[in-house]
């Protein structure tokens, strides 16, 4: 062990008397010369080499305080981490790779000069670039071709009458007795209606729901006319992107407030179908858009009844299957809005926004006041 050492001695200065505390004096600097038995060194002074003594390592510390490290004398990054050993020529067979012979880089000659070619370079003129495309030996018959074509103009625009619509199969319409036998039987009575836009020309495709229980109540007479009284569905908003088959579709709620007194700022209210969600309409005051549908009239049936989806044997309460809603599509000519589409990836994320939403839709909204007022010329009512 070398070093240099300062040794300190802890026995009060007696001349001092000074007992109450220790008062260290410290001497040196100190050299090991020699490590005995039990912790004890022999040390030569650094200044006076012939003065000796024998100290124990508590009274021993180092000087400086702070030591100062040696230098490394090599690191593993260049040694592989074998620090007794150098780096061989053949390294990478001290890696285990055998047979390996690394890529020499390609060095060129130091007299090649480029200068040169950079002086002689140039962009080719006009003229140079037509010959290589036509030489002047090919001109007399490219004149030639010119002076036989016939150029004939066409107008790019289309100026004749306005292309028609598709014409598509009309649905075949049951008779009314067979229509009420299906409505009674099936669990959810949906249908796909063409709905007439009141006040205008254009009309809609909509799922309903047909209410049996207020229609007969209402209207006994509802399973001889085919004259109903149906709920409507609206598309979740956070779903128009999707495939048609993961769109999910609730009823049309309203505020009672909203359906006596229409405005253009009313809100439509959905509530995710369940058990218990006619119960939380009712606790908010909310009825879902009602009318009177004549089901066999040839402009307004499309589809139904049918039921929601079942996806993997569960029983969905608010999907329709691909089946019915290319029943829909292939019907385009009686409606003017858009169908949802099929051709998009049929996986979707659905954001579970809560079991009430509430969504300001502009269309909902103004097709409320126009039934409002076209039911008022009707004498036909909204429950």
């Known amino acids: 062990m070398k ?18 505390k ?12 020699r490590h005995l038995d039990g912790g004890w060194y022999e040390l030569e002074h650094v200044l006076q080499q012939n003065t000796r003594v024998k100290k124990h390592a508590s009274h021993l510390s180092p000087f400086p305080l702070p030591l100062i490290p040696f230098e490394p004398i090599d690191g593993p990054d260049n040694q592989f981490g074998q620090l007794n050993r150098p780096i061989s020529k053949d390294a990478y067979s001290e890696a285990g790779i ?20 950079h002086n002689e ?29 016939d150029l004939i103009t066409t107008s790019a625009l289309y ?50 729901r047909v209410n049996l229980e207020g229609s007969m109540s209402l209207r ?5 006319d085919g004259r109903y009284l149906v709920d409507f569905y609206i598309i979740h908003p956070s779903d ?9 579709l609730w009823l049309q709620y309203h505020k009672e407030t909203d359906l006596r007194s229409p405005s253009i700022q009313a809100e439509t209210h959905l509530i995710r179908p369940s058990d218990t969600s006619e119960q939380l309409a009712k606790r908010h005051s909310l ?18 009844p049918f039921d929601f989806a079942t996806i993997h044997g569960r029983k969905i309460r608010d999907r329709v299957t691909e089946t019915d809603w290319r029943v829909l599509i292939s019907q385009r000519g009686l409606y003017t809005n858009d169908p949802p589409s099929l051709d998009l990836p049929t996986y979707s994320i659905h954001v579970d926004r809560g079991v009430h939403v509430i969504a300001a839709l502009q269309a909902p909204a103004q097709t409320l006041l126009l039934v409002s007022e076209a039911n008022s010329a009707h004498n036909e009512s909204i429950h």
Not at 3 to 20: C, I, N, Q
């Open 3 to 20: 070093g240099t050492l300062s040794l300190f001695d802890d026995r009060p200065a007696p001349t001092k008397a000074e007992v109450g």
């Open 22 to 33: 220790l008062q260290y004096s410290h001497t040196g600097p100190w050299r090991i010369t």
């Open 98 to 117: 055998k047979g390996f012979k690394p890529f020499n880089p390609f060095k060129s000659q130091a007299d090649v000069s480029f200068g040169t070619v």
């Open 121 to 149: 370079f140039s962009w080719l003129t006009l003229s140079e670039l037509n010959d290589e495309i036509c030489p002047p030996e090919w001109r007399h018959l490219r004149a030639d071709d010119e002076d036989d074509d």
């Open 159 to 208: 100026h004749g009458p306005p292309p028609s619509m598709t014409a598509s199969k009309l649905p075949k319409i049951p008779d009314l007795s067979t229509l009420a036998s299906r409505i009674v039987k099936s669990d959810d009575r949906l249908f796909f209606i063409s709905h007439e836009i009141p006040l205008s020309q254009q009309r809609e495709w909509r799922l309903v």
């Open 220 to 224: 006994p007479s509802c399973l001889t």
């Open 240 to 248: 128009l992107r999707f495939n048609a088959t993961n769109q999910r």
């Open 287 to 304: 009825v879902p858009m009602r009318q009177w549908v004549s089901l066999t009239h040839e402009s307004t049936y499309i589809h139904g």
